[in-house]
């Protein structure tokens, strides 16, 4: 059995809570998260899921760092990252990568495509850039003449190829997906997904796959955590979990939710890691 990835132990995270901001003096603060235990095995997609505001995206954003946890501890890779500084943080960071949920707002206007790949091909000294933004074009199925072109000029399941092609860029062992299909149209998200789960597949990443969409989470993730008002109601095996939910708040979020929205084709299609494991037929 090989180590997780990541090891979070008694994760707290407390933010200023603005809307009790008194006119003078400090912005009392609220609990987000309220003592989580987890481990993210590697080398497979893990669903977060839970209603909005329970606290997925703060839970991924404290993996990631963008957020420094209040207590607890976050091991990544054997490193307790948890307060680390940004000098120290800085050489973990091209292994801690994010896909943000909004590729239009997250990618510059004023930048061509194969800029924004290359600038942390760049930021991280490495050679090659020129080759590496074209492999990295090409591992999201983007022509190459997609490097010159600008964000505006793109559709929207284009702009989240850019977001994983450069997500990606410096083959990271960690990967955060926020709801990174919502803004698409049910067949551009089967895409995005197929190319995401590929992708996984072949650079053996580690993903924390946050999602609403629980048909999504189920077809794609191979372990989940429910999380409901900054707590871990239950976590385990997908199969697992949808089949015998334990805690009634997962029933209910299972029993509640509506029919998938994406599209049915991708959701009866056969998971590359089952591909993988089981034998062609008559072998
Ligand atoms: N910067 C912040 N300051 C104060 N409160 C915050 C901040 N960010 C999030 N919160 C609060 O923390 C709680 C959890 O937020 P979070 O964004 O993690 O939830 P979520 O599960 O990702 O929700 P959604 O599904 O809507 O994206 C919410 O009540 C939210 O209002
Ligand atoms: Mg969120």
Known sequence: MTEPLFKVRGLKVALPDMT??????????VEILKGLDFDLPRRSVTGIVGESGSGKSTLGRSLVRLIEPTHGTVKFDDND???LGEQRLAPLRRDLQMIFQDPMSSLNPRRTIGSIIAAPLKHNGLANVGERVAEALARVGL???FATRYRHELSGGQRQRVGIARALALSPKFVLADEIVSGL???TQAQILTLLERLADEMELTVAFISHDLSVVRRLCRQVIVMRMGQIVEAGPTDTLFAAPQHPYTRELIAAFPLPEIDPDWLASTPVEEKETQPPLGA
């Open 81 to 83: 990252i948890t307060h």
């Open 185 to 187: 149209d049910v067949s």
């Open 143 to 145: 022509p190459q003449a």
């Open 20 to 29: 009790r901001k008194p006119p003078f003096g400090r912005v009392p603060l």
